[in-house]
């Protein structure tokens, strides 16, 4: 179970690309103090990945997206970064 301590000075890779769940989700998780860096499908979070990828400590994705789908960007984030927790 996820609890505040465990999330608390966390950096999370958010990628969603509905707005609505998107933003609710990013409220939540500021509530336990983790940092996010939101990205709207694949290709933009695997370009914040690659910008960011020494901050990132987890990655939360959607799957099903347009450009690139979550699927995808997870199997070219592994090629850069096989431990990053997912």
Known sequence: MIN???????????????NAIQQNTI?????VNAKIIPAVDGMDGLEKFKANEEKIDI??????M????????????KKINKDIPV
């Open 4 to 18: 505040e301590q465990m999330l608390k000075d966390i950096t999370v890779l958010y990628v969603e690309d509905d």
């Open 59 to 64: 990655i939360v994705t959607d799957l099903s």
């Open 66 to 77: 347009p450009n690139m789908d979550g699927l995808e960007m997870i199997e070219e984030i």
């Open 27 to 31: 409220v939540t998780l500021e509530l």
